[in-house]
Every structure is written in C-alpha cells, then in structure tokens.
C-alpha cells in the first residue's frame, strides 16, 4: 500500500520562501505523476502543480506560474514543491497526491479524481 507523507510547511512572512516535500513509501508502479494540490479555508482543493515521475514533464497551475517549481529525487521517491515570493493568498494546506497514470494529458491531472492517494497535508501560513 502506497504511503506518502508531506513535510516542510510552516509559518513564514510574506516574500520568503518553503520547499515542501513528500516522500512516498510502498510504491511499486512503473508508471505514475505525483501533484500538489492546496486548499485555503472554506475554498475546494486546487490544482497547484504535477510531475510525470517517467519523463519528468510538469504542469503547473497558472495562478502558481513563475513561483512554484515542483522536482523529484527518484532515489528517494520523494517530491518537492519549492514556493518563492509567498504571497498571503498562498496561506493553505498543502496536499501531494500520486496519480497511477503517468502518461495522460495535462488537463487530466488538474483534477482530484485522478489521484488515489493522498498524504496528511502540511499547513504553509503566509503573514503580510
């Protein structure tokens, strides 16, 4: 059973930065994409950015474009969310997901249900 735990978030003032990672145990897919997704309080969970684990391809959400850079470590089967120039409307719990379908089109990926697993979340706060 595939496991994934994220880390990283804190609380940080606004302009700095956070690299957030989420390390995956368990996995024994050949082929798959790894995402993160946020959800500030009261709004539904939003597409931030995935990685296509075989080919490395990313996709980001326009909103995050220029800020975000998602990366792997294929030894570790860990992903990465590097934020910088954080923003007050950044404040969210950030959640990584694995999609068991690494090879399907961008827009696929922009949605929850092609996730089937979830890790706890980490809580990034922006203060202005």
């Known amino acids: 059973q595939v496991h994934l735990v994220e880390s990283g978030g804190g609380k940080v003032q606004a302009g700095g930065s956070l690299r957030l990672s989420c390390a995956a145990s368990?996995?024994?897919?050949?082929?798959?994409?790894m995402g993160w997704f946020r959800q500030a309080p009261g709004k539904e969970r939003e597409f931030v950015a995935v990685?296509?684990?075989?080919?490395?391809?990313?996709y980001y959400a326009d909103s995050v474009k220029g800020r975000y850079t998602i990366s792997r470590d294929n030894a570790k089967t860990t992903v990465y969310l590097q934020i910088n120039a954080l923003k007050p409307e950044d404040t969210a719990v950030y959640f990584c997901a694995l999609s068991p379908r690494g090879y399907y089109s961008e827009t696929y990926y922009y949605n929850t249900e092609a996730y089937d697993t979830w890790g706890q979340g980490t809580q990034v706060t922006v203060s202005s």
């Open positions: 990685i296509k684990w075989s080919s490395g391809i990313r």
């Open positions: 368990g996995l024994t897919l050949s082929t798959y994409a």
